[in-house]
């Protein structure tokens, strides 16, 4: 016959045994997300060899200034510097693989990697963080890119870009 005294110890064992395992796997299983909306200068004030961006095989390096808004007198918040390819026979379609730098604000010290394709006919953009720095560390997630403002004749844009991470 059990007596039933000497339950309550193995109870309690298992018990505090469940909460340790709970509470240390708990935040380990659920990564953090973080959302983050900043703005892209594009295509201003370039210089360098002629080329044309609409053109097949045409490669751009840019260095363009990171807003938190997207307007002039938005505040500098770091530079996105990396490359575009144009990468889509028609010309339609280009390669981006970039750094989001983040020199002051929130996010200050840290950097975002950010690759895709940049289809730019279409009204929003999907590409993909594939990892990051300081903050970011170990970072994976998406971005949405929208055409905030352009002017076509003085070769300026201005980019939006709603970016979503999940990291631990
Ligand atoms: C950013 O994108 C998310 C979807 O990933 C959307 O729910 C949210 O409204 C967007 N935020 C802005 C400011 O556009």
Request: glycine residues 12%.
């Given at each position: 016959m059990s007596n039933p005294l000497s339950l309550t110890p193995n109870f309690f064992i298992i018990f505090t045994l469940t909460i340790l395992y709970v509470s240390y796997t708990f935040p380990r299983l659920q990564p953090k997300q973080t959302n983050l909306v900043?703005?892209?200068?594009?295509?201003?004030?370039?210089?360098?060899?002629?080329?044309?961006?609409?053109?097949?095989?045409?490669?751009?390096?840019?260095?363009?200034?990171?807003?938190?808004?997207?307007?002039?007198?938005?505040?500098?918040?770091?530079?996105?510097?990396?490359?575009?390819?144009?990468?889509q026979l028609d010309g339609k379609g280009l390669h981006l693989v970039f750094s989001a730098i983040f020199t002051d604000g929130e996010f200050k010290g840290s950097a975002l990697e950010i690759q895709g394709a940049d289809i730019f006919g279409m009204k929003e953009r999907e590409f993909g963080i594939v990892s990051g720095t300081g903050y970011f560390w170990f970072v994976k997630g998406y971005g949405i890119m929208e055409i905030e403002f352009m002017d076509i004749a003085n070769l300026r844009a201005i980019l939006k870009l709603n970016v979503t991470v999940k990291h631990y």
């Open positions: 900043f703005y892209q200068s594009q295509f201003s004030g370039k210089s360098g060899p002629t080329s044309n961006i609409l053109q097949f095989g045409t490669l751009v390096a840019v260095d363009d200034q990171v807003t938190d808004g997207p307007s002039i007198e938005s505040k500098q918040i770091g530079r996105t510097q990396g490359l575009y390819i144009n990468s």
